[in-house]
């Protein structure tokens, strides 16, 4: 991600975005989860693909 993601305001607009009452005791857990989120993402977007990769259309292990 090239900006900086601030996962406390996403947590809140999420909240009223979609109409959640996130307890005050809990805020603080939903935030550091969406910041793990966040940084889990950043890390399988930065993997390096070339343009014509496409996917499997099956999985095999």
């Known amino acids: 991600m090239?900006?900086?993601f601030?996962?406390?305001a996403h947590?809140?607009?999420m909240e009223k975005t979609?109409?959640?009452k996130i307890e005050e005791e809990w805020r603080p857990s939903v935030v550091a989860n969406m910041?793990?989120?966040a940084n889990a993402a950043d890390l399988l977007m930065s993997?390096?693909?070339d343009d014509d990769v496409e996917?499997?259309?099956v999985f095999l292990p």
């Open 2 to 4: 090239n900006e900086t």
């Open 35 to 37: 910041s793990a989120t």
């Open 55 to 57: 996917a499997a259309p």
């Open 6 to 8: 601030d996962a406390e």
């Open 18 to 20: 979609m109409g959640l």
């Open 47 to 49: 993997f390096p693909l």
């Open 11 to 13: 947590v809140a607009l």
